[in-house]
């Protein structure tokens, strides 16, 4: 079973980037699609970007196309979100998740601690 860490916790300024990484165990997680997810106080979990098992397709949702860019290295077991030109709505914390498929982006797994990120204005 896959178990899922998120980190690259950060407070940055409207415009500024980070980098988050989710770092997976046990032997399947090459088998996965795998997304992020945004959750923000008071609500629900938000799909920001998936990405298929091999790397080869990708999905991002309409708030993040153009700034965010997933990516995964499955050598490493690590899938990444590079977020760029951040806007103070960015601030929420960010999980991933196995997901069905990048065009079915439903999380299968439980969530994880999450990672926060905090974009002032």
């Known amino acids: 079973q896959v178990q899922l860490v998120e980190s690259g916790e950060g407070l940055v300024q409207a415009g500024g980037s980070l980098r988050l990484s989710c770092a997976a165990s046990?032997?399947?997680?090459?088998?996965?699609?795998m997304g992020w997810f945004r959750q923000a106080p008071g609500k629900e979990h938000e799909f920001v970007a998936g990405?298929?098992?091999?790397?080869?397709?990708?999905n991002y949702a309409d708030s993040a196309k153009g700034r965010f860019t997933i990516s995964r290295d499955n050598a490493k077991n690590t899938v990444y979100l590079q977020m760029n030109s951040l806007k103070p709505e960015d601030t929420a914390v960010y999980y991933c998740?196995?997901?069905?498929?990048?065009?079915?982006?439903?999380?299968?797994?439980?969530w994880g601690q999450g990672t926060q990120v905090t974009v002032s204005s």
């Open positions: 046990g032997r399947t997680f090459s088998s996965y699609a």
């Open positions: 998740n196995a997901i069905r498929g990048v065009g079915t982006p439903d999380p299968i797994r439980s």
């Open positions: 990405i298929s098992a091999r790397g080869s397709s990708t």
